[in-house]
Structure formats: structure tokens, C-alpha cells
């Protein structure tokens, strides 16, 4: 059994940066850990994953380059580092643990976390 929790979410200016954390609770180590998010009106949508290493990260074309993803397996911990936020990221951030899946989305979440939600403002 995991368990997430994420943390970090707040209100930022455009063009601010905001870091979120997930907090897992089992042995994360076999799992591949990403972020989806849901914005308001819209459907829950992939945005990144990593693997073993930072090498194994994979985004989505929607973060164009501003976000990057981490994990600290010893400490069962997973972060998402935000940069030149803009309005169209506000969203609910879900942190998930899976494995990787051949359709999209690359990211097969057996386990999900409550949300955080990230508020940028105009």
C-alpha cells in the first residue's frame, strides 16, 4: 500500500516559480512517479514523470520547457520545481506512482495523492 501527499501549492504572480513536494508513505523505489493536473473545466491531463534517474524524465509538450521534475527515493519524496508560471497552469497538481503505459498517457497511476491546488494569477 503507498500513500501520497503533496504540498506546496499557493496563489504566484505570472512569470513567478513555485516548487511542489509529494510525500509518499511504502517502498516507492519500484514505482516510475509523476504529476498529472486538472484545471477548471477541463479533464485531468498529464505532466510529467521520472524513472530511476532525472535522465528517465519525460514532460508534457504543455510545460514547454519550465518545469522539472525530481525524486529522492531514500527520503520517499518527489518534487516539481515550476518556473514562468502562467495563468493556463493554474490547476489542481496531483502527485501518482505506476508504471509506464504504451497510450497515452505515458503514465499508468496505481496510486494517486489528493491534490494541491496552484493558483497564478494575471
Known amino acids: 500500500q503507498v500513500q501520497l501527499v503533496e504540498s506546496g501549492g499557493q496563489l504566484v504572480q505570472a512569470g513567478g516559480s513555485l516548487s511542489l513536494s509529494c510525500a509518499a508513505s511504502?517502498?516507492?523505489?519500484?514505482?516510475?512517479m509523476g504529476w498529472f493536473r486538472q484545471a477548471p473545466g477541463k479533464e485531468r491531463e498529464f505532466v510529467a514523470y521520472?524513472?530511476?534517474?532525472?535522465?528517465?524524465?519525460v514532460y508534457a509538450d504543455s510545460t514547454e520547457g519550465r518545469f522539472k521534475i525530481s525524486r529522492d527515493n531514500a527520503k520517499n519524496m518527489v518534487y516539481l520545481q515550476m518556473n514562468n508560471l502562467r495563468s493556463e497552469d493554474t490547476a489542481v497538481y496531483y502527485c501518482?506512482?505506476?508504471?509506464?503505459?504504451?497510450?497515452?498517457?505515458?503514465?499508468?497511476?496505481?496510486?494517486w495523492g489528493q491534490g494541491t491546488q496552484v493558483t497564478v494569477s494575471a
Open positions: 511504502g517502498r516507492i523505489s519500484n514505482y516510475v
Open positions: 501518482a506512482a505506476g508504471t509506464l503505459a504504451p497510450t497515452p498517457p505515458p503514465l499508468r497511476a496505481d496510486y
Open positions: 521520472i524513472g530511476w534517474t532525472s535522465r528517465s524524465a
